[in-house]
């Protein structure tokens, strides 16, 4: 097979889409805000036409105001819709083309969380994202049709890997090729110019005497670079990806906190889910139904399981909790936990470095002799 | 194939983002520090120039230019998206409000006259114009 059958093989083989689902359901919330300017402005009767804007091409078609305003809220609308999972290729579809007509109008209304949110939709839209966590599926359900296959071809996913990748690595890049940024000039004198803001932080003396000395910002520009590329290019292996999902979620908190970047931050946050293997009920929880915290813990992964990764199976009665990882590998008791929690949207966050303690890690490199390795791929 | 497309146009998105004022989908994010600040007024029939600071003829500068940190730009501000992007806008809305105060009579045209610092770098100072604006005076 060539090269390029391989790639072309790769594109089209069928995987989960249990990811684009969830990131579907977590994208309405961010359309909305989005959306909340425009249609905050639309209630006082104003539009983009009433200030200054600034037309990207002269043949774009401007709407009438009344139904530039109804497309704002059939946008609302459908954003709605497509989180709920209900007429879902056609919410998906319908948000994206209302969401990008709006951007596209002037150049004003251009920002880079709304390129992202727009990348976003648009693959979404052509992704069959709503035969999971949907009200499509719900309705198929209670109608007793057959459940559609959650696999389709991986091409949508590995797209929206690429845009993914690209956005932290096309803003690093442009900052290591550009002195000012990796020198420390440019967040040297943002900070400086920001003294009267950083004054009314709770932060002590020496950290804002720190946080304002140039040679700070000549060491502190070059970590953020490479932080930036880091994330880039180690959300590609398998060996870094968690790493910089993490560290993903603690760039995007802390630019939220030091800057106004609209939807950036959440869509940034919601997007790594997609960076999860797109394979479903591959890990097995063995829990004793008769110990009360078992039950707890079961509870627990069935309603934050966002991502179908376990499944939860009775074990024997008085057992040991277990996990069987999707390699075969067995945990047990603390480690379990600790793994089950790192593999859950919601808690991997605060799970992650518990991984890193020395029982959990001894734990994960040993597999106890005769457990039959679940959920191999 | 749709993939190599989108990849492709990505990569060139991300290229044009070194030379493009607008550099839209090249996602670089806090790209300077650099500020601007400018005088901008109107320049009448009869050779006045009344900073756009005063109402005229019914209408507010801050009213008919309020997004991308231009409205009120004898205030030094930081450019977010970098100054050549700052100063496009600029450019741009000299021209929208010249061609959308049907009310005014007598101004010829608009005039900015930008200082700009970039990053760290001495000022530059520039003048914009806005078009001519036909029947005025």
């Known amino acids: ?377 | 194939m749709v993939v190599v497309a989108v990849v492709a146009v990505q990569l060139a998105l991300v290229a044009r983002g070194y030379w493009s004022d607008h550099k839209e989908f090249a996602f670089q994010m806090f790209p300077e520090s650099s500020t601007w600040q400018a005088d901008v007024v109107r320049v009448t029939a009869d050779d006045r120039r009344v900073p756009v600071s005063r109402p005229w003829a019914g209408y507010r500068w801050e009213e008919l230019v309020q997004d991308r940190g231009l409205r009120y730009p004898s205030v030094r501000h930081h450019a977010d998206a970098g100054i050549d992007n700052q100063l496009a806008f600029l450019d741009a809305a000299l021209d929208w409000v010249a061609d959308n105060t049907p009310r005014d009579r007598e101004t010829r045209y608009l005039e900015a006259r930008v200082t700009a610092w970039h990053n760290d770098d001495p000022a530059t100072v520039e003048v914009m114009r806005s078009d001519v604006r036909e029947g005025a005076g």
């Open chain 1, 1 to 377: 097979m060539s090269p390029l059958e391989r790639f072309d093989e790769l594109l089209g083989r069928p995987v989960s889409m249990r990811a684009l689902a969830l990131l579907r359901v977590l994208a309405g919330p961010a359309v909305l805000l989005h959306l909340e300017p425009f249609l905050s402005d639309s209630l006082d009767g104003q539009t983009y036409r009433d200030a200054f804007y600034e037309p990207y091409a002269d043949w774009y078609p401007d709407l009438p105001e009344p139904a530039y305003i109804g497309l704002l809220w059939l946008g609302a609308v459908a954003a709605i819709a497509m989180s709920l999972g209900l007429l879902t290729r056609l919410a998906t579809a319908t948000t994206f083309g209302i969401v990008a007509y709006n951007v596209f109008l002037s150049t004003t209304h251009f920002h880079n969380n709304r390129a992202y949110l727009l990348i976003v939709l648009g693959v979404l839209a052509v992704a069959p994202c709503g035969r999971e966590l949907s009200l499509d599926a719900w309705i198929r359900r209670r109608r007793g049709r057959p459940a559609p296959d959650p696999r389709a071809p991986g091409w949508p996913l590995w797209l929206l890997r690429f845009e993914c990748a690209a956005v932290y690595g096309a803003s690093g890049l442009s900052k290591l090729v550009d002195s000012d940024w990796f020198g420390g000039t440019v967040t040297w004198q943002r900070v400086v110019r920001a003294r009267e803001d950083l004054d009314a932080w709770p932060l002590p003396d020496w950290a804002i005497t720190a946080l304002t000395d140039r040679g700070f910002h000549t060491g502190a520009a070059k970590f953020i670079v490479l932080t930036e590329l880091f994330i880039a290019l180690g959300l590609w292996w398998r060996g870094t990806r968690y790493l910089a999902v993490w560290v993903a979620v603690v760039f995007h908190l802390s630019i939220e906190t030091s800057a106004s970047v609209q939807v950036f931050s959440y869509l940034g946050i919601a997007v790594l889910v997609i960076w999860a293997v797109p394979a479903t009920r591959d890990r097995v929880l063995r829990i004793d139904p008769a110990a009360t915290r078992h039950r707890q813990l079961a509870t627990a992964v069935r309603a934050l399981d966002w991502l179908a990764r376990f499944r939860v199976e009775r074990g024997e009665p008085g057992s040991a909790l277990q996990l069987v990882d999707r390699d075969g590998t067995v945990v047990s008791r603390g480690p379990a936990v600790a793994l089950t929690f790192s593999r859950l949207p919601l808690t991997a966050w605060f799970a992650l470095p518990t991984l890193l303690l020395p029982a959990v890690r001894r734990a994960r490199r040993a597999e106890p002799a005769g457990m039959p390795a679940m959920g191999q791929r």
